[in-house]
């Protein structure tokens, strides 16, 4: 069993920065996904940036440049470095766990998870 909770989140100015962190317990194979996603209000859930072996990335277009994700195996924790904050990049951010093994996996699609943290709320004002 695998659990993730995210923190970090709240609420700055366009320009802004926050870093979110996902604890996970339980035990995620290197070699699997681990993600951030995104929900904003109305909107469905998206993929942000998935991290593997520890430095293997991969980002959406619209945050390349301006997110960074990165992992801490010591801590079993996961990182969301967000610079230069736009107002739309307002959402609710969810964690997400790869842990069942997949043929062809495709890195920010929400149906590759199998665990989901219950997210932080970000909200970016201009």
């Known amino acids: 069993q695998v659990q993730l909770v995210e923190s970090g989140g709240g609420s700055v100015q366009t320009g802004g920065s926050l870093r979110l962190s996902c604890a996970a317990s339980?035990?995620?194979?290197?070699?699997?996904?681990i993600g951030w996603f995104r929900q904003p209000p109305g909107k469905e859930r998206e993929g942000v940036a998935t991290?593997?072996?520890?430095?293997?990335?991969y980002y959406a277009d619209s945050v390349k440049g301006r997110f960074t994700i990165s992992q801490d195996n010591s801590k079993n924790t996961v990182y969301l470095q967000m610079n230069s904050l736009k107002p739309e990049d307002t959402a609710m951010y969810y964690c997400?766990?790869?842990?069942?093994?997949?043929?062809?996996?495709?890195?920010?699609?929400?149906?590759?998870?199998?665990?989901w943290g219950q997210g932080t709320q970000v909200t970016v004002s201009s």
């Open positions: 997400a766990a790869q842990t069942r093994y997949r043929t062809f996996r495709i890195p920010l699609r929400t149906t590759t998870y199998d665990y």
């Open positions: 991290i593997y072996t520890g430095s293997n990335t």
């Open positions: 339980g035990y995620i194979d290197k070699n699997n996904y």
